[in-house]
């Protein structure tokens, strides 16, 4: 059975930081891309990260470029997402999903989400 399971989220101060986890199961991260998407109520899912099979090919949004670093650990079966710099633009539920082809590629084409985290900053 395939699983995903994102934890880390939380209140943080503008400015702040948090690091998001995404424990997935049920298959290998040396098949499937990983990417984190955030949500807001009335708005579409948005990419904001994704890693590859190979760890070194990732992709951010310009949105969050510089202030996130997305990075796995394979023996572990585990996908972090760190977030720095947290500004009022980034609160949302933030979701792990995995694609088996290809890479950071529309929601619609992923084979399997998390549940999601909510992530939310304030002063």
């Known amino acids: 059975q395939v699983t995903l399971v994102e934890s880390g989220g939380g209140l943080v101060q503008p400015g702040g930081s948090l690091t998001l986890s995404c424990a997935v199961s049920?298959?290998?991260?040396?098949?499937?891309?990983i990417s984190w998407y955030r949500q807001v109520p009335g708005k579409e899912r948005e990419g904001v990260s994704c890693?590859?099979?190979?760890?070194?090919?990732?992709y951010y949004a310009d949105s969050v470029k510089g202030r996130f670093t997305i990075s796995k650990a394979k023996a572990r079966n585990m996908v972090y997402l760190q977030m720095n710099d947290l500004e009022p633009e980034d609160p949302a539920i933030y979701y792990c999903?995995?694609?088996?082809?290809?890479?950071?590629?529309?929601?619609?084409?992923?084979?399997?989400w998390g549940q999601g985290t909510q992530v939310t900053v304030s002063s």
């Open positions: 049920g298959f290998t991260l040396d098949d499937y891309s």
């Open positions: 999903a995995a694609l088996n082809v290809g890479t950071w590629s529309r929601a619609t084409d992923y084979d399997y």
């Open positions: 890693i590859s099979v190979i760890e070194t090919v990732q």
